[in-house]
């Protein structure tokens, strides 16, 4: 089974400032057809998750362009450009190269 | 609109069983494959199985492979999850999403609200 991991564990900030959540696999989710495999989801306290971002780096529908995702292979980055109110919940990277589809451990962020 | 409604979570003994559906709406279901995920307390998202998007294929976490088995039916647009031999380990959030298995669309970028099952004496 491929491992994510997440970190940091806990984020705090400020409203208006960025915030970096870092996520690494230890195998390659870079695919022949050129995609690559990984995602990032927000479960907001009480809801189910949602989708933020796609193959890497594409942002789902409607969400706001302050977020966006980069890396390479085995390593990966969620950025935040401002942080929101509405941004607090726990980040998931994910990946579906292959069956099990694994999660990271999550990467809870706070507003200060 | 797109909607996934699931239900059957309940408070049940270990070594139980108990069986949870997932009722799917406004899209066309048999393009989909679906997935159940769950959120124990305390603990991160997992995976727990996946169905194809025709019923041909399944595939499950290891933790549960074995004791829950995952069916759909096109025709009623719902997906279950038999779960049986139930353990305290099980009690969790479940939730169902489904995965543009036929298209180019991202997996699980829909989910269900969840259903809780607890494990318990």
């Known amino acids: 089974d491929i491992v994510m991991t997440q970190s940091p564990l806990f984020l705090s900030v400020t409203p208006g400032q960025p915030a970096s959540i870092s996520c690494k696999s230890n195998?390659?989710?870079?695919?022949?057809?050129?995609?690559?495999?990984l995602y990032w989801y927000l479960q907001k306290p009480g809801q189910p998750p949602q989708l933020l971002m796609y193959?890497?780096?594409t942002r789902f529908s409607g969400v706001p362009n302050r977020f966006s995702g980069s890396g390479s292979g085995t390593d990966f980055t969620l950025k935040i450009s401002r942080v929101e109110a509405e941004d607090v919940g726990v980040y998931y990277c994910m990946q579906s190269i292959q069956l099990p589809l694994t999660f990271g451990g999550g990467t809870k962020v706070e507003i200060k | 609109q797109v909607q996934l409604v699931e239900s059957g979570g309940s408070v049940v003994q270990p070594g139980k069983s108990l069986r949870l559906s997932c009722a799917a709406s406004g899209f066309i279901f048999n393009d989909y494959a679906m997935h159940w995920v769950r959120k124990a307390p305390g603990r991160g998202l997992e995976w727990v199985a996946v169905i194809w998007y025709d019923g041909s294929n399944e595939n499950y976490a290891d933790s549960v492979k074995g004791r829950f088995s995952i069916s759909r039916d096109n025709s009623r647009k719902t997906v279950n999850l038999q779960m049986n031999s139930l353990r305290g380990e099980d009690t969790a959030v479940y939730f169902c999403?489904?995965?543009?298995?036929?298209?180019?669309?991202?997996?699980?970028?829909?989910w269900g609200q969840g259903t809780t099952v607890i494990v318990s004496s």
């Open positions: 193959e890497l780096s």
């Open positions: 999403a489904r995965d543009d298995q036929r298209g180019s669309g991202p997996p699980m970028d829909i």
């Open positions: 195998q390659s989710l870079l695919y022949s057809d050129g995609k690559t495999y």
